[in-house]
């Protein structure tokens, strides 16, 4: 048995391996620079939004509007109702009709929450089409 106890310089095997821990370094730091960044770039501003000026929709033969007064009373077109017969009082007014669009229009003082939670027992009756309802106003004023 031979062992040889010289190496040449020649003897020396060229290394064909990435080295990728300076690689992994980089991608940890960019990764918590985005964790960090992240949560900075969403806004939590209070705004008070602009009326639209698009254009109005031709109106329906028979509109179907339904109002969230300031008070947080539901009204169907004139008569007012308790949102525990919301369902029964819609398809009522649209002869069972669910694709027929529902115009939702609330009062300005009248919550995001409260706004949702009508959206919501119109989505669980199963009137998918909300058209939300705003005053008109005339661009450039």
């Known amino acids: 048995m031979a062992v040889r106890l010289r190496h040449a310089p020649d003897d020396l095997a060229e290394s064909h391996e ?6 992994i370094d980089v991608v940890l730091v960019l990764l ?3 964790m960090v960044a ?3 770039a969403t806004v939590d501003v209070p705004v008070d939004l602009p009326a639209s000026t698009a254009t109005p ?3 329906p033969e028979k509109p179907l509007f339904l109002t969230i007064k300031a008070d947080h009373t539901l009204a169907l077109g004139d008569k007012i ?5 919301l369902a029964a009082a819609l398809d009522q007014a649209s002869g069972g009709n669910k694709t027929q669009r529902v115009f939702l229009q609330a009062d300005k003082t009248v919550d995001y929450g409260q706004l949702m939670d009508v959206m919501n027992a119109l989505r669980a009756a199963g009137y998918l ?3 939300l309802v705003g005053l008109e106003t005339r661009q450039g004023k």
């Open 18 to 23: 990435i080295n990728v821990t300076p690689f």
């Open 32 to 34: 918590i620079i985005f």
């Open 38 to 40: 992240a949560p900075l």
């Open 57 to 59: 929709q031709p109106r």
């Open 81 to 85: 109702l308790a949102p525990r017969v």
């Open 129 to 131: 089409k909300v058209a």
